[in-house]
């Protein structure tokens, strides 16, 4: 009897063992997914047309249907909120940018999510410097001459592609460095704000390269300084911020891709490697380099460090600045 009651239980926790792994493996989510929506927080734009290049390929990695689904609104907090609170098995891939997962953090009393506890960084995707761009009625031809002109012109008009964006906040940063009196007239998107500009209704933008360059080239608006610590290499002889006297002058906009936090580590991987290699694809990298964005691919961790520090680095601008949600 004794010599049997051992073995019996051995059976008994092999048995128990055994249902608990088949419990695990069966919980854990299918991926790829039927079809996984990728989901923008702005119409229009590089978020969308990035989202777009991607879409197909992914569909083609993966063997799955994958769609682009935008959800404009609330500057980009709504689709965020959208992926923060949806399923865990990665179908829903958020691109992300730098308003609802960097500035809406500070800028928002109530955001509706935690752009750190709730989302899983897949990867970096695109980043660029901005444009200081003027209308060329401004007798202004560099950071020098827009800062003398301003001050001059108290209550000096500037556009911004939306409120607590880059755009804006880059812009108002400046104001700060520079102690210029400004006014802000935001827009719905950066087309509506370039037919302003354009038309001499507003003077001024932080704008980036893709959106500001066709009307650069076509004389309807002027090159001053681009925001990044190099210069833009298809403006070589446009200085930065920081070679024309604002030394501690830097803001890139940037794009990335992130699932909900919980979806399984297996799943952020595939998409890390699957989407690191979409980015590197030359047609994909030749589209994004006509719009003058630099592909910058990079591990989970280091595009979770990087936010972070986004998130510290504007929150302080912000604080600084007194913006405020419009």
């Known amino acids: 009897m004794n010599s049997v009651f051992p073995r019996k239980i051995d059976v008994a926790s092999f048995l128990f063992a055994a249902l608990l792994a088949s419990f695990a493996a069966n919980s854990q989510p299918v991926f790829p997914p039927r079809q996984i929506n990728v989901v923008v927080p702005m119409a229009g734009g590089t978020a969308d047309v990035l989202a777009r290049l991607v879409a197909p390929k992914l569909a083609q990695a993966l063997s799955t249907t994958v769609i682009v689904d935008s959800r404009p609104g609330a500057g980009g907090n709504i689709a965020t909120d959208h992926v923060a609170k949806g399923p865990q098995d990665g179908s829903l891939l958020l691109v992300g940018v730098n308003a609802p997962l960097v500035v809406n953090n500070t800028l928002f009393k109530n955001l509706p999510y935690d752009p750190v506890r709730d989302f899983s960084p897949v990867t970096m995707g695109v980043s660029t410097s901005q444009y200081l761009v003027v209308h060329p009625s401004l007798p202004v031809y560099s950071v020098k001459d827009f800062v003398a002109y301003v001050k001059a012109h108290p209550g000096f008009p500037y556009a911004s592609v939306g409120t607590g964006g ?35 209704n507003v003077k001024a933008a932080f704008l980036v390269p893709g959106n500001a360059l066709p009307y650069v080239a076509s004389g309807r608006l002027r090159l001053i300084a681009s925001s990044g610590r190099q210069r833009v290499a298809a403006t070589p002889d446009v200085p930065t911020m920081i070679e024309s006297g604002f030394d501690n002058f830097e803001a890139i906009a940037w794009i990335g891709f992130l699932v909900r936090s919980g979806t399984p580590s297996s799943v952020v991987q595939r998409y890390h490697g699957e989407l690191t290699k979409i980015l590197q694809m030359p047609e994909v990298r030749t589209r994004l380099a006509e719009m003058q964005f630099e592909v910058a691919p990079g591990t989970p961790g280091a595009f979770s460090a990087f936010m972070k520090e986004e998130i510290a680095r504007w929150g302080a601008v912000i604080k600084a600045t007194g913006v405020t949600a419009e």
């Open 166 to 200: 880059a755009s804006h906040l880059t812009m108002e940063m400046f104001r700060t460095q520079a102690d210029l009196q400004m006014t802000h007239v935001p827009y719905r998107g950066a087309g509506p704000a370039l037919t302003d500009l354009v038309a001499g």
